[in-house]
């Protein structure tokens, strides 16, 4: 089992900035990809961005794009995002994921084997 725990979440103002965090423990956290979904009220689960195992790739939703940073440290098991600009559209409960296959293939929250609790993002005036 991997076990991943989420916080950074609160309340911004739009064109603020905040860094989420993914701790990990249990199985290696280096032979998974992890990514950043969020899901808002009424609407389905989007990921936000993904980084390989090794931390050698990674890839982000064009709604974030520019404006984001993942990052990852496996001597740490650690999983941030960054995000700045921040939008009102940007309010949404985020999840960190990982994903047994290592490489960020998947695009759907199904394709994820472990979830942390999520942490809400608020982003209004």
């Known amino acids: 089992q991997l076990q991943l725990v989420e916080s950074g979440g609160g309340l911004v103002q739009p064109g603020g900035s905040l860094r989420l965090s993914c701790v990990a423990s249990g199985l290696a956290v280096e032979y998974f990809a992890i990514a950043w979904f969020r899901q808002a009220p009424g609407k389905e689960s989007e990921v936000v961005a993904c980084i390989s195992n090794g931390g050698s790739s990674a890839a982000y939703a064009i709604a974030v794009r520019g404006r984001s940073t993942i990052s990852r440290d496996n001597a740490k098991k650690m999983v941030w995002l960054h995000m700045n600009s921040l939008k009102p559209e940007d309010t949404a409960v985020y999840y960190c994921?990982?994903?047994?296959?290592?490489?960020?293939?998947?695009?759907?929250?199904?394709?994820?084997?472990?979830w942390g609790q999520g942490t809400q993002v608020t982003v209004s005036s």
């Open positions: 994921a990982a994903d047994v296959a290592g490489q960020c293939y998947g695009q759907h929250d199904f394709e994820y084997d472990y």
